[in-house]
Structures are given as structure tokens and as C-alpha cells.
């Protein structure tokens, strides 16, 4: 079969079949609008159901073109402190993988906003990869960010997304070299995830060059949209990746603020960090 792949015109968000891309249509209208997109990222349950829904809700009510819905997971690798404390208080209050869908369809049903679950494979496997994604995408989902899944093990997946019209987004990070990169682009749909560093996430206080080189190569490899994330935490930061990336994505900075002020904080935040969308013209 033929997999629609990150490579396409800066206006296409179609894919196989002429299923449009929910994430390549939310980064394309922040483009016609002369801005990156903003993402915003949030553990499911945390600290309850309810509460993930209305702040994914602020978020898109306050400036986020598109949120990404994390599965807690009891070994994040990939994440931070701030995170993986929250995704523990999560299953600690007794979040299950089920629940991702009750959160997607109530962030989507009350708003425009795309809605990406970001998960480690294993949950998507135990449920079954197609039961998985047809009630994603029944609850209105967009797609999958898969943090440790590679494009060579992805076969099921790569199958069953292009069947349902889902966003498939895979990683790469300094350390991709050029044929991973080129794989990685070629795999994916709806935008590639750029790593800005090597290591967990957690908001820093510089970024590092390292982001825009791996934009650039992610760019040159043929994707049309490429987005940044880990270690974002100011409309400054977002200004300064917003220059080069097509979406700027937020996770540790958006989690404190829920943590520490509630939906009415992650609204703020979400507010001041989309100041700095905006591209300086030419």
C-alpha cells in the first residue's frame, strides 16, 4: 500500500483517501494566520478526568491550536519530574488507559481544537492497535504521538491509521541520523516531533541551537511541518522557535500551572504564551 507521508505541499492536509490531517489543517490555519502553532500538552486524570477535560478546554479557548493528551504511564522515560508526578498522582487516583477516549471526546465535543494522545506503544498493544484507534478516533482524536515507537516497528500502525484517517507523529532528536530522518518524515502524518535536547522533559531556561538544526533537517527531508518540543516554558521561548518551527509545543510549563493554580492558571499561561506566536514578518 501507499502511506501518506509528511511530505506534502504546504497546503495539503489530506491524506490517503482525502481524509484530512486534524493536525496538519490546525499548524496549516495557524500558517495562513502568519504564526506558529501553539501546542499545548496535558496527562490524562490529572488530577481527575474532569479536570483534564476543562483545562484542555482553557487551553483551546485561550490560544492552543492543538493539544496533545498524554497516557500515564508508570515508567515515563521520556518525561520530567513535574510530569511524571502528576501521570503517578494520576493512576494513583485510579486513571486506566479507557479513560483516554471519555478525555479526547470532551475536549473535542466542546471544542475546535485537534486533540493528539501521546502514549508509549505498550498501552495501544495490550488494548489492540486497531480497537485503539477506532476509538480514537470515534471520540474524535486526531492521531497518536508515539515517543517510542520507530517507523520500522510500526507496520500495524501505519496500516490502521491510513485506513482511519489518523495523524501519525514520530520523533527525531539531535542524535537522528539522516536515513532515520528521512524514514521518520516519510512515516509521518500531521507534523514530525522535534526534540530540542537530548534528555527527559522539563521547562529550561534556553532552548539550544540544537532545535533549529534538527528542524532544518527535518525540513529538508521533506516535512512540511515540523514541531518543537521539550523545554518550553515562556512566550519568549515561543517567539524564538516560532521563527523557525511550524508549531512550538508546551507540556512541564502547562502541567505546573494546572498543579499549582488550577484550569484558571493553565488559561493565563496558555494566554500569555500565545503572545509569542506570531512570526516577525519578512
Given amino acids: 500500500m501507499t502511506h501518506s507521508t509528511g511530505r506534502h505541499a504546504a497546503g495539503d492536509t489530506s491524506g490517503q483517501g482525502g481524509a484530512v490531517s486534524k493536525a496538519a489543517a490546525a499548524i496549516e490555519k495557524a500558517r495562513s494566520e502568519g504564526r506558529a502553532a501553539l501546542i499545548g500538552y496535558l496527562p490524562a486524570g490529572f488530577p481527575d478526568v474532569r479536570t483534564t477535560i476543562e483545562a484542555g478546554i482553557a487551553m483551546a479557548e ?3 491550536d492543538l493539544i496533545e493528551i498524554g497516557i500515564p504511564y508508570s515508567d515515563p522515560v521520556m518525561d520530567g519530574h513535574v510530569i511524571q508526578e502528576a501521570t503517578v498522582e494520576a493512576l494513583a487516583n485510579g486513571f486506566t488507559v479507557p479513560q483516554i477516549f471519555d478525555v479526547v471526546e470532551g475536549i473535542t465535543s466542546a471544542s475546535d481544537a485537534a486533540v493528539l494522545v501521546m502514549t508509549y506503544w505498550n498501552p495501544v ?12 478516533a470515534a471520540a474524535g482524536g486526531a492521531g497518536l504521538i508515539t515517543p517510542d515507537l520507530i517507523p520500522d516497528e510500526a507496520s500495524e500502525w501505519l496500516e490502521v491509521s491510513e485506513e482511519l484517517g489518523l495523524d501519525r507523529v514520530f520523533l527525531v532528536a539531535p542524535s537522528t541520523s539522516p536515513q532515520r530522518m528521512q524514514n521518520t518524515v516519510d512515516a509521518s502524518r500531521g507534523f514530525v516531533y522535534a526534540v530540542s535536547v537530548m534528555g527527559v522533559t522539563g521547562a529550561r531556561s534556553s ?11 527535518a525540513h529538508e527531508a521533506g516535512a512540511e511541518r515540523v514541531c518543537v518540543g521539550l523545554g518550553v516554558s515562556s512566550s519568549a521561548q515561543v517567539r524564538e522557535i516560532g521563527a523557525y518551527a511550524d508549531g512550538v509545543i508546551v507540556g512541564t510549563a502547562l502541567v505546573a500551572a494546572l498543579r499549582d493554580g488550577g484550569v484558571e492558571a493553565v488559561a493565563e499561561l496558555t494566554r500569555e504564551l500565545s503572545t509569542g506566536t506570531a512570526k516577525a514578518s519578512a
Avoid: I, S, T
Fill in 207 to 217: 532552548v539550544g541551537a540544537a532545535a533549529r538544526a534538527v528542524v532544518d533537517a
Fill in 125 to 136: 498493544m495490550r488494548m489492540g492497535v486497531r480497537d485503539f484507534a477506532q476509538r480514537l
Fill in 62 to 64: 485561550n490560544g492552543v
